[in-house]
């Protein structure tokens, strides 16, 4: 397989990529703990005042990091925004970070927020990559996910996506929710064959304690799904899409051909800069990591006021940067981690500084060295079913 044409992981000094959280849901689902909240969707407009002002603020005080090759809207729910936000957004990151006329600018989206008239007005705003949230297209998994959409939505969601003339369509589906079958796992894989997307992200579902869904399964209302069969889940999904020729470049993510690998998520796996804005958004550039203050209407007053919605910042030391650098890269499953570029960017050998790890991890089967000498390391397909285990081992060594 072809790998990607960035290197891996990225130079201290690349560009710096553009994450924008719209934290508005329609409706909270039971698994999710994200920095979301419902009923709030009357602030919008000042918080996409509130959001351009941020991005004004952060280029003048930043300075120079390069022309932003993505823009990227997470949530929350991106797709509440109106074309006319999205819009705003977009032409401020042209000007206030030199978004590339060539950049990759996703909207995430829920199904049952779209039609072909909003999706064609924002793709005329700037938006060319699409990332839909079906999640299951099982009337049982729908119901244990709390969705706010019927399958069939679904599937007029994405039609309308190609309609407006989306060539670049992810979907989001989760498995492993409690009572789900291998059959069901089984009738969505076949619907992503049916549906011809561009790309998949496929998460095995976690359950966050304080979510909704944890507190069921606590009580015993739910049974959640033992790992055993998580696992063969996992397996059939990858055995399933190998077979119809998709590229699995990441634990979770496919793609149908290696230019349609998501290059904004890349940043984050190659642990490259990138901007976050919003609230509860988080930002890496030059050795510091940033967090927004997480309730909407407190970053918009703070932005409203002239202060910094930034109440976290931490400066990285070289051996967390390092061990960071090793446990994202390690997630990119064809390219793995380039020990000379890890060099060239930490001054560190990992194969001396890690030595340990990387043997043992070789011995038991979950890491191996992928041609080149021993230049490249990456995970083997056993290691992509305990990739968390395995690349936290990483930065576990480095504190």
Not at 240 to 265: D, F, K, M, Q
Not at 341 to 347: K, L, N, S
Request: glycine residues 10%; proline residues 7%.
């Amino acid at each position: 397989m072809k790998r990607s044409p960035i290197p891996v992981p990225l130079p201290r000094e690349a560009p710096a990529g553009l994450y924008v959280h719209v934290p508005f849901c329609r409706h909270i689902c039971p698994y999710c703990d994200f920095n979301t909240y419902a009923g709030q969707e009357a602030l919008i407009p000042r918080y996409v005042e509130a959001l351009t002002a941020e991005m004004r603020e952060m280029a003048e005080t930043a300075g120079p990091t390069g022309d932003a090759p993505t823009l990227f809207f997470g949530g929350g729910t991106p797709s509440l925004l109106a074309p006319a936000h999205v819009a705003r957004v977009i032409e401020q990151g042209r000007l206030s970070f030199n978004l590339r006329d060539d950049a990759e600018i996703t909207l995430e989206a829920n199904p049952e927020n779209l039609d072909r008239a909003y999706l064609t007005a924002v793709r005329a705003a700037g938006v060319n990559r699409l990332s839909i949230g079906v999640q299951s297209q099982q009337r049982a998994g729908l119901r244990v996910l709390g969705r706010g959409h019927r399958s069939l939505q679904a599937g007029q969601a994405f039609a309308a996506a190609r309609a407006a003339g989306f060539d670049n369509v992810s979907l989001d589906f989760i498995f492993g929710w409690p009572g789900q079958t291998l059959d069901e796992w089984d009738a969505d894989l076949s619907v992503i064959l049916e549906w011809q997307p561009d790309h998949v992200s496929l998460y095995s579902l976690i359950l966050e304690p304080g979510t909704p869904l944890h507190g069921a399964v606590k009580r015993g209302i739910l049974i959640a799904l033992d790992d055993d069969t998580a696992a063969d889940q996992y397996e059939r999904a990858v055995d399933t899409l190998g077979a119809a020729g998709w590229e699995h470049y990441e634990v979770a993510n496919w793609a149908r051909e290696p230019r349609l690998r998501s290059r904004h998520n890349q940043l984050y796996w190659q642990n490259g800069p990138y901007h976050g804005f919003g609230a509860g958004a988080h930002g890496t550039l030059r050795s510091t990591r940033h967090s927004n203050v997480l309730l909407p209407i407190r970053y918009v007053e703070a932005v409203e006021a002239g202060q910094r919605p930034v109440p976290l910042s931490e400066s990285l030391s070289p051996e967390t940067e390092l061990g960071e650098t090793m446990m994202l890269g390690l997630r990119l499953l064809i390219d793995g981690v380039s020990m000379t570029a890890v060099i060239a960017r930490h001054g560190v050998d990992p194969r001396e500084r890690f030595a340990s790890e990387i043997t043992r991890f070789v011995e038991i089967g979950m890491l191996e060295w992928n041609g080149d000498g021993h230049d490249r390391l990456r995970l083997t397909p056993p290691g992509a079913l305990l990739a968390n285990d395995v690349c936290a081992a990483f930065v576990a060594t480095t504190s």
